[in-house]
């Protein structure tokens, strides 16, 4: 069983910035795509960014030039780094890897302050 480690996240005013990680279990990074998703209070949970097995990253429209995704392979610990944070978006965030698979982490919130 895939087991996915969060830490990270907190509060902060907009425009700041808050680094996510996600540590997984074997070498489950090295061999998988693996998905960062964020779900607001009320909201359906929406892929926010993805990295592929060989580091190849995505992010979606509205974070893109603010977060961007690292992978540390050795340690099996993928990083989304959020930058120029705005209100809209606070939400939960998890990692999910193999992306798509039911193995998630276990949350962690992120607010942003007006």
């Known amino acids: 069983q895939v087991q996915l480690v969060q830490a990270g996240g907190g509060l902060v005013q907009a425009g700041g910035s808050l680094t996510l990680s996600c540590a997984a279990s074997?070498?489950?990074?090295?061999?998988?795509?693996m998905g960062w998703y964020r779900q607001a209070p009320g909201e359906q949970r929406e892929l926010v960014a993805g990295?592929?097995?060989?580091?190849?990253?995505n992010v979606v429209d509205s974070v893109k030039g603010r977060f961007t995704l690292s992978k540390h392979t050795h340690k099996n610990t993928v990083f989304l780094q959020m930058n120029s944070l705005k209100p809209g978006d606070t939400a939960v965030y998890y990692c999910?890897?193999?992306?798509?698979?039911?193995?998630w982490g276990q949350g962690t919130q992120v607010t942003v302050s007006a």
């Open positions: 999910n890897a193999p992306i798509q698979s039911r193995s």
């Open positions: 074997g070498s489950i990074l090295r061999f998988n795509d």
């Open positions: 990295i592929t097995s060989g580091g190849i990253t």
